[in-house]
């Protein structure tokens, strides 16, 4: 059988197993646009796609 070749505390262990999460996911708001966004993340508005608050696409004119 496999042995440990110390033994691993309580604490150790405890913080291993534990899946405490954020509850509400954190929201930014675009200070050229307005829009609320998930941080690190990038966000769509009237077509454009913006990441931080520069655009990374621009819309196509139709």
């Known amino acids: 059988m496999a042995h ?7 604490q150790r262990k405890r913080k291993r197993r534990t899946h ?3 509850d509400t ?4 708001t675009c200070p050229n646009t307005g ?3 998930l ?3 990038a966000y769509e508005v ?6 931080r608050g520069k655009i990374l696409v621009k819309a196509e004119n139709r």
């Open 46 to 51: 009237d077509g454009n796609l913006y990441y």
């Open 35 to 37: 829009e609320t966004h």
């Open 20 to 22: 405490y999460k954020l």
């Open 4 to 10: 440990p070749k110390s033994r691993i505390s309580k």
């Open 39 to 41: 941080r690190h993340r």
């Open 25 to 28: 996911p954190n929201y930014s």
